[in-house]
């Protein structure tokens, strides 16, 4: 399937992403284009867009994309939901609500400032994040 977002990726739009790829179309491909040319894309070859304003895998009632995408595709992880966390406080600037947000915060602007090129950004930030993802399981292990 094809995947439309705004270019200039971020947070969100490095984790949807990776959430994507992972858990939900391993063969995704990824358009990335200015926000006016979204509607365009998804009219022309039926991209499903995402952290996009307005559409269904967008922010909705203070969640982030990565959030809604859990909710559509019903992913129940508790890692993800853990994830998840961390993600909306980094990517709606509310850093003080994970203690983790900030460090995401700041690698990825320093990803953004070194990788410009969104598809080359993303590819070099999923390590990152499937990183995240596993420190996210053995966290919610302990916790139990």
């Not at 990335?32 to 895998?57: M, S, T």
């Not at 700041?106 to 070099?124: C, H, T, V």
Request: charged letters at 30%; hydrophobic letters at 40%.
């Amino acid at each position: 399937m094809k995947w439309v977002t705004r270019s200039h990726v971020h947070v969100d739009r490095v984790a949807c992403p990776w959430l994507i790829t992972r858990f939900i179309d391993s063969e995704a491909e990824f358009i990335f284009v200015p926000r006016q040319d979204v509607a365009r894309v998804v009219a022309e070859c039926g991209a499903i867009p995402f952290d996009v304003p307005g559409c269904e895998l967008g922010h909705h009632a203070g969640r982030c994309s990565f959030e809604a995408i859990i909710r559509k595709y019903e992913l129940k992880d508790r890692a993800l939901l853990r994830m998840a966390k961390v993600i909306n406080a980094a990517d709606t600037d509310q850093l003080d609500r994970d203690p983790l947000a900030p460090g995401l915060e700041a690698i990825a602007a320093g990803f953004s400032l070194r990788f410009p090129d969104d598809k080359e950004n993303i590819q070099r930030q999923f390590p990152l994040y499937d990183a995240l993802y596993t420190w996210c399981r053995m966290h919610v292990r302990r916790s139990r």
